[in-house]
């Protein structure tokens, strides 16, 4: 059975790229590699009717924290099947964003902390009632929210088509979940975290050979 690799962070954080220098440093060394990003906008009708929402274009579900929520969690329980498929045929299953993303964006919307209801919700919810695997390990790239937004904000002159969302143009929302990112990392909520330079990037190759002793 393979292992369950979560990279998580903020929007802007850079989590696309270290997912792909991972891959590839996890392959040179001889790992099979599989690898997800949620939310699946183009590929599940929960993930589209959120992305609907986060552009206004939903009526008042953006609105509703849970709501938008239980999109995203109906988004990864549509695709456990296949996640459990790949763990049982690749070394590693590197998955960007998972269900942290869930519990800290809702927090910070809700102004709660890690120990909060709605954190305890997305876990009964996603772990327990859906059944989802849990993953084995978490990387947290740790970047400043103005870092993170000038590169969301870059993305978004340089990708036709790639607007800011309401999550992604809100700064304290931004604040918020970083700060929530934290806790879940001294808590090793759900799994052991390991918190990464966001900044300068880390080293991919390192990295690889870690998780892989």
Do not use: C
């Amino acid at each position: 059975m393979g292992r369950l690799i979560v990279i998580e962070g903020l929007d802007g954080a850079g989590k696309n790229t270290v997912a792909g220098a991972l891959s590839a440093a996890l392959e040179a060394r001889g790992a099979t590699v599989a690898r997800l990003a949620f939310p699946r906008y183009d590929a599940d009708v929960h993930a589209e009717l959120a992305r609907d929402a986060l552009y206004g274009r939903a009526g008042d579900l953006g609105d509703s924290v849970h709501g938008m929520a239980l999109m995203f969690a109906l988004d990864r329980r549509a695709a456990a099947d296949a996640m459990r498929a790949a763990l049982a045929s690749h070394d590693v299953l590197l998955v960007d964003r998972y269900i942290a993303s869930n519990a800290a964006y809702g927090a910070a919307r809700l102004h709660e902390d890690a120990g909060g209801g709605f954190v305890e919700w997305v876990r009964a919810t996603e772990v327990e009632r859906f059944g989802l695997p849990v993953p084995d390990r978490h990387l947290l790239l740790a970047v400043p929210e103005r870092v993170a937004a000038e590169r969301a904000e870059r993305r978004e002159r340089s990708e036709p088509g790639r607007d800011r969302d309401a999550f992604e143009s809100d700064g304290g929302l931004q604040e918020r979940t970083a700060a929530v990112y934290a806790q879940f990392a001294a808590l090793s909520w759900l799994s052991a975290w390991t918190v990464l330079d966001g900044v300068a990037g880390p080293d991919a190759d390192a990295l690889a050979a870690g998780l892989l002793a």
